[in-house]
């Protein structure tokens, strides 16, 4: 099956500090690129959608300027958090689309665990 | 009203009985529908996938969709204490969106 991988899969950093996430489609090719955020006992929300070689699409609410998406290539997706706040500390999870899948299917990274102190 | 609601448990339930876990969603729209499983720290892994009217079965696991009532189940059948977890549902809104948009999740223990 596809295979999604996150880098790193947990980080802890200090308030306004950023953070690199990186997700990686290993063994298929994917032009598009969901990036979600879980808080504890909640549900996964859509940050924004990131298609390859153009800008991402960002969800309402979701601030463009803080959370900085590049899809540079048709396997990797990164996701910047920048001027970090405790407030950000969340699980971050990629998930990616086959380019020659039939289905609907998302295939999700295991995701980042992200701690701001 | 949220878009895809579900109860957020806990759904107790006894080892080898069926479980049931129900979704409602609010987009008429709504063309596909999805079942995932989530364990505590982890994201989550696709268990199945309707998009027709009717049930679809996948070994102990059915998907039943009713779009004329905006409803969607899951049925685990001889549920095993290994099926504790939260059970998301999700709802692909139409063709012009890719994204899928999740419940709230359903958390289900298996009491061996």
């Known amino acids: 099956g596809a295979v999604v991988s996150q880098h790193p899969s947990w980080v802890i950093c200090k308030s306004g500090t950023s953070v690199k996430i990186e997700c990686r489609s290993l063994?298929?090719?994917?032009?598009?690129m969901f990036w979600y955020r879980q808080f504890p006992k909640q549900s996964l929300m859509l940050m924004a959608t990131?298609?390859?070689?153009?800008?991402?699409?960002?969800e309402q609410g979701v601030e463009k300027d803080k959370f900085l998406i590049n899809h540079a290539s048709l396997t990797l997706s990164t996701l910047t958090v920048t001027s970090a706040h405790p407030e950000d500390s969340s699980f971050y999870i990629c998930?990616?689309?086959?380019?020659?899948?039939?289905?609907?299917?998302?295939?999700f990274g295991p995701g980042t665990r992200l701690t701001v102190t | 009203q949220k878009e895809v609601e579900q109860n957020s448990g806990p759904l107790s339930v006894p080892e080898g009985a069926i479980a049931s876990l129900n979704c409602t969603y609010s987009?008429?729209?709504?063309?596909?529908f999805f079942w995932y499983r989530q364990y505590s720290g982890k994201s989550p892994e696709l268990i199945m996938f309707?998009?027709?009217?009717g049930d679809k079965e996948d070994g102990r696991f059915t998907a039943q969709l009713n779009k004329a009532s905006q409803y969607v189940s899951l049925l685990i059948r001889d549920s095993q204490p290994s099926d504790s977890a939260t059970y998301l549902c999700?709802?692909?809104?139409?063709?012009?969106?890719?994204?899928?948009?999740f419940g709230s999740g359903t958390r289900l223990q298996v009491q061996p």
């Open positions: 063994d298929f090719q994917a032009t598009t």
């Open positions: 990131s298609n390859e070689g153009s800008k991402a699409t960002y």
């Open positions: 999700a709802v692909k809104r139409d063709p012009g969106r890719r994204a899928l948009t």
């Open positions: 998930s990616a689309r086959d380019l020659a899948g039939g289905t609907y299917e998302q295939y």
């Open positions: 309707i998009y027709s009217n």
């Open positions: 987009d008429r729209g709504s063309q596909s």
